[in-house]
């Protein structure tokens, strides 16, 4: 050995970091503290002793495992070992040591998505864009090669570094072939598609589309789609096919997540259908990361490229400071032998190298490079000749040298593969020291469970919360386990709705109840409170609104957990204590709130929403909140207010106005405001029918627009929130007294609509089919109606007073449905337009909300 590699070697050991106790190294690695936990796996993190890069363990005890979960570990080692995107973690080694296995994997320091939502709580659109991107962009990727998740959950989505998205455990992946369906149950309730949840076979690609429509929504509500404490709850309300979407989700965003939860596999979206809905490419000029970027990046080919020529420098350092021979590392590398250190310190080296080179911290080499240490860069062959760098850097400083790979202490220390106390995250040591293999999981920062508040005693770790993936699989539904679950009657729910798809229409006459299937016998009716609440939302924005689930506040939540453990099944779930607050207060929803909004302005109370009890009425004053748009202040309304006024008065000039709803769209669902062949077009707002009757128009004309309204010098114009946070347009009464305040509670509370892109003749058909089930009564009207185009209208009127207007508008000839709840039974009328609507829905997956 040269003079100056013994020199090295020397140096080498003396910048070893101190040794953990023995038992604490496994492999090559230096194990420290535990950093999550599953089911059966303890994650470690760990430090590679000759890369020096944090990498993550998970340690699994083979002897605990059943057959199945063998099968399942199994399965997860063969998919991870041939994944390879920047958006999932990468895994570098197998290791399997007596009856230990551990899974070593690329470490994700930013922890889970799941604790950033709660400790932050929802995110804005933008945030939670790119997060679902790259997420997506992972599904993609698995998906175009036959693999699916099926466990896409908050919980298993990491962050790396700089807040990039890695996807983990493929503990229930697996291949799928085309037209195959699969059988197995896996994933966790509150993410599992409804035909996983009526135990059916299923596409797991559709399945994990379902998740990932789950998964948009927490990230931009903050809270689950479907709250329910129990499984059969959870089934009731995810079988509804009703998902509330709160007034603050962008209309984009709203009908992307509608399109990914549709109850029918079969229509809804796939993994292509998603990537291109247009909210995903909202500001793709402007973001580097976005979607289809992001699709574009990753090679076709699939699968992890197969290296043909190895890194000559990597190879000297390893053979150097791993004692291997030049024939031992080619061996291992190209035969990506996942259970040789040899492989995995070649990859953690090499994913080293590229990460610094792109992290472009070459100037700083500059001034250190001693040696000729020449480099190949990403994708190419050979190392350019004479270029020099550092496995550090990954940057070359080109020279007439030529290439001498060697390498000296000082280089070493340059590429912070010696120094324990080093400032780089990939070698730091805090982590793996500050922690016995003996101690408990870290507690820092886990004491918050979804809707669980900050403070809250949670007995044992954060860990013992956490939600874990449940698998029933075909052995649990063996008879001998069948036998110990209730019989399936248990299971059977009755639900005055129509019956779902696959179920024959009840004969006119029967009773109006339909059974639902029974939930899938390997899921006991076990409480899942622990999903059954909204995430915390940023004080500044808490606030209840559409009928959403109301947010409980510390104290009412403890409470609820009090009663919830004594007596679970009791307890209303959440959508039931907001229908009984909606009876308290004749039905008026929206209106919970006060108007603190982003902008500085608004009507405040004095006590904080999340102060008082989550179902306190609010005093008369906030109740702007239901009408006046969340981006608006009080002032800058009753500037627009003025602003159309005097427009009106100056022959309809409108450039002014628009100018200042441009102004304003700032921060409101990506502009509303848009020329579609008139000067000023809004988001158009259904308040048709009390209007219509104002105006003496036939009452087919479902919904209204702002723009001819406009144009026609309506006398009175108020701001609403419909979508919530689009600012528009819409006419009150010819009086003059009628107050946002009068105006929301007469109309807008009052009427549901919905856009179908089904013929008018079969939304009037289900209509009917569904109120004849139901045995309620109902007069129909035909109209064809004369405005501006011939329109066919048809109106079919119910004694409770809720009125229902099919038409078809022009431009796109969709057939829009409005119901109207006229008189003061409106708690009842809105569950059964929420029934009716669930039922066009099913039948209609593109419908789209007005
Ligand atoms: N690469 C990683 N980097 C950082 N933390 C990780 C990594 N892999 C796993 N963890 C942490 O460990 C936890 C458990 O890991 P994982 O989900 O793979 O285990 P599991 O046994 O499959 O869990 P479950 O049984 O709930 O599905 C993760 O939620 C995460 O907090």
């Given amino acids: 050995m040269a003079a100056a590699e013994e020199q090295c070697m020397a140096d080498w050991q003396l910048l070893r970091p101190l040794r953990l106790p023995l038992w604490n190294i496994i492999g090559l690695y230096d194990v420290g503290r535990a950093i999550g936990k599953g089911n059966f796996a303890t994650v470690r993190i760990a430090r590679h002793q000759i890369a020096k890069t944090k990498v993550a363990i998970k340690i699994i005890d083979i002897s605990k495992l059943d057959k199945d979960n063998l099968q399942k570990l199994e399965r997860e080692v063969e998919v991870v070992k041939f994944i390879n995107h920047p958006h999932i973690a990468k895994c570098y080694e197998i290791l399997r040591i007596e009856d230990m296995l551990y899974i070593v994997s690329e470490y994700c320091s930013g922890g889970e998505l799941y604790e950033t939502l709660i400790d932050k709580g929802r995110v804005p659109e933008d945030i939670a864009r790119k997060w679902f991107s790259e997420t997506a962009s992972a599904v993609s990727y698995l998906h175009s090669r036959g693999i699916v998740h099926r466990d896409l959950k908050a919980e298993n989505i990491l962050?790396?570094?700089?807040?990039?998205?890695?996807?983990?455990?493929?503990?229930?992946?697996?291949?799928?072939?085309?037209?195959?369906?699969?059988?197995?149950?896996?994933?966790?309730?509150?993410?599992?598609?409804?035909?996983?949840?009526?135990?059916?076979?299923?596409?797991?690609?559709?399945?994990?589309?379902?998740?990932?429509?789950?998964?948009?929504?927490?990230?931009?509500?903050?809270?689950?789609?479907?709250?329910?404490?129990?499984?059969?709850?959870?089934?009731?309300?995810?079988?509804?096919?009703?998902?509330?979407?709160?007034?603050?989700?962008?209309?984009?965003?709203?009908?992307?997540?509608?399109?990914?939860?549709?109850?029918?596999?079969?229509?809804?979206?796939?993994?292509?259908?998603?990537?291109?809905?247009r909210w995903m490419h909202i500001g793709d000029n402007m973001n580097n990361s976005n979607s289809a970027q992001l699709l574009e990046a990753i090679p076709s080919s699939s699968i992890r490229p197969q290296v043909s020529k190895l890194n000559p420098t990597i190879m000297m350092f390893m053979q150097q400071h791993g004692k291997w021979s030049e024939e031992q590392i080619v061996d291992a590398v190209m035969g990506r032998n996942f259970e040789s250190p040899i492989f995995a310190t070649y990859e953690l080296l090499y994913d080293k190298v590229k990460k610094s080179s792109s992290e472009g911290t070459h100037h700083r080499d500059r001034k250190c490079h001693t040696s000729n240490f020449a480099l190949i860069g990403p994708g190419e062959e050979f190392p350019r000749r004479g270029s020099r760098g550092s496995i550090l850097s990954g940057k070359a400083v080109i020279d007439e040298e030529p290439l001498t790979p060697t390498i000296s202490a000082h280089q070493l220390a340059q590429l912070n593969l010696s120094s324990p106390d080093c400032d780089s995250d990939d070698s730091s040591n805090s982590d793996l020291c500050d922690d016995s293999p003996n101690s408990s999981l870290h507690p820092v920062n886990h004491d918050r469970q979804f809707g669980l508040p900050q403070g809250l005693d949670v007995t044992g770790s954060r860990h013992e919360n956490r939600r874990h993936t449940l698998c029933a699989s075909e052995q649990l539904l063996s008879p001998?386990?069948?036998?110990?679950?209730?019989?399936?009657?248990?299971?059977?729910?009755?639900?005055?709705?129509?019956?779902?798809?696959?179920?024959?229409?009840?004969?006119?006459?029967?009773?109006?109840?339909?059974?639902?299937?029974?939930?899938?016998?390997?899921?006991?009716?076990?409480?899942?409170?622990?999903?059954?609440?909204?995430?915390?939302?940023?004080?500044?924005?808490?606030?209840?609104?559409?009928?959403?689930?109301?947010?409980?506040?510390?104290?009412?939540?403890?409470?609820?957990?009090?009663?919830?453990?004594?007596?679970?099944?009791?307890?209303?779930?959440?959508?039931?204590?907001?229908?009984?607050?909606?009876?308290?207060?004749?039905?008026?929803?929206?209106?919970?709130?006060?108007?603190?909004?982003?902008?500085?302005?608004?009507?405040?109370?004095?006590i904080p929403r999340y102060q008082r009890g989550p179902y306190s009425k609010a005093p008369p004053a906030e109740r702007r909140s239901s009408w006046a748009s969340p981006s608006l202040s009080a002032q800058q309304q009753s500037h627009l207010e003025k602003l159309f006024k005097q427009t009106l008065q100056t022959n309809n000039d409108i450039s002014r106005l628009h100018k200042e709803f441009k102004g304003l769209s700032y921060g409101c669902a990506q502009s509303q405001i848009t020329n579609e062949g008139s000067s000023l077009a809004c988001p158009q707002i259904s308040i048709t029918d009390e209007y219509n009757r104002q105006h003496n128009i036939a009452p087919s004309a479902s919904s209204f627009d702002p723009v001819s309204i406009f144009q026609k010098n309506a006398q009175e114009v108020v701001f609403g929130q419909r979508p919530a946070t689009a600012i528009g347009f819409s006419s009150t009464s010819f009086s003059g007294m009628s107050t946002p305040e009068q105006t929301a509670r007469s109309m807008e509370d009052r009427v549901k609509s919905i856009v179908c892109t089904i013929p008018l003749s079969e939304v009037?058909?289900?209509?009917?089919?569904?109120?004849?089930?139901?045995?309620?009564?109902?007069?129909?009207?035909?109209?064809?109606?004369?405005e501006q185009q011939v329109t066919e209208m048809r109106r079919l009127s119910l004694p409770s007073g809720v009125e229902i207007g099919v038409a078809v508008l022009p431009p796109e000839h969709k057939s829009h449905v409005e119901f109207a709840i006229l008189n003061q039974d409106s708690p009842t009328s809105e569950m059964l337009c929420d029934q009716l609507i669930c039922r066009l829905r099913m039948i209609d997956p593109n419908w789209s909300s007005e």
């Fill in 159 to 277: 962050l790396g570094r700089n807040s990039d998205i890695k996807l983990i455990d493929f503990g229930f992946s697996n291949l799928q072939g085309e037209d195959q369906l699969l059988n197995t149950w896996c994933g966790s309730p509150p993410y599992a598609a409804p035909e996983l949840l009526l135990g059916n076979s299923y596409d797991g690609m559709k399945a994990d589309i379902w998740s990932m429509g789950v998964l948009l929504y927490i990230l931009v509500t903050g809270g689950f789609p479907f709250p329910s404490d129990s499984i059969n709850k959870l089934k009731i309300s995810v079988l509804s096919g009703v998902v509330k979407i709160p007034y603050w989700v962008s209309v984009e965003c709203a009908d992307f997540i509608r399109k990914m939860l549709v109850l029918n596999p079969s229509k809804r979206y796939s993994i292509q259908s998603l990537m291109q809905h």
């Fill in 480 to 606: 001998n386990l069948m036998g110990q679950f209730p019989s399936p009657n248990l299971y059977m729910n009755t639900f005055t709705m129509p019956p779902p798809l696959g179920f024959a229409p009840m004969p006119e006459g029967q009773a109006a109840e339909f059974p639902l299937p029974s939930l899938h016998p390997a899921l006991a009716t076990m409480p899942i409170a622990h999903y059954s609440k909204m995430l915390p939302v940023p004080k500044s924005e808490r606030r209840a609104s559409a009928g959403e689930t109301l947010l409980p506040n510390n104290v009412d939540f403890q409470q609820h957990l009090a009663n919830l453990s004594a007596n679970p099944m009791a307890f209303p779930t959440v959508e039931e204590e907001g229908r009984s607050y909606l009876s308290k207060f004749g039905g008026k929803r929206n209106t919970v709130h006060c108007l603190g909004n982003q902008m500085g302005g608004g009507i405040q109370n004095p």
């Fill in 764 to 786: 009037v058909d289900e209509l009917k089919s569904s109120l004849n089930i139901l045995k309620i009564p109902f007069s129909e009207t035909n109209e064809v109606v004369c």
